[in-house]
């Protein structure tokens, strides 16, 4: 199963942006869903999960309140929509799943199918 992350680009400062994440056929079901994001010279990092069991999300601090994660269990897609970005949240955006769970983590082990990226610069 190879996910793909979609939907990245150039935006200026305040604006928004989707992001989707699915696989030809590939239906999620309970897995858990994680993205995360590696900006330039920094490490890779998780911003926004959710647990298949009790749909439960969780949200980095930085993207908290500004970014949230969605799912269409008729179209299998995963979405991130991000408003209000900011220059610091340029960076190459992953989608992952992980083991069924309740709850969810922003540990990259806990996942084992990743996404190609999909690059967010944030620029005026």
């Known amino acids: 199963v190879q996910l793909q992350a979609s939907g990245g680009g150039l935006v200026q400062p305040g604006g928004s942006l989707r992001l989707s994440c699915a696989a030809p056929g590939y239906p999620f079901g309970r897995d858990t869903i994680g993205w995360f994001r590696q900006a330039p010279g920094k490490e890779r990092e998780g911003i926004a999960c959710m647990s298949g069991i009790d749909r439960r999300r969780s949200y980095a601090d930085s993207v908290k309140g500004r970014f949230t994660l969605t799912k269409d269990n008729a179209i299998n897609t995963v979405f991130l929509q991000m408003d209000s970005l900011k220059d610091d949240d340029t960076a190459v955006y992953y989608c992952?799943?992980?083991?069924?769970?309740?709850?969810?983590?922003?540990?990259?082990?806990?996942?084992?199918?990743w996404g190609r990226g999909t690059l967010v610069t944030v620029s005026s």
């Open positions: 992952a799943t992980g083991k069924t769970r309740f709850g969810c983590t922003f540990v990259a082990g806990d996942y084992d199918k």
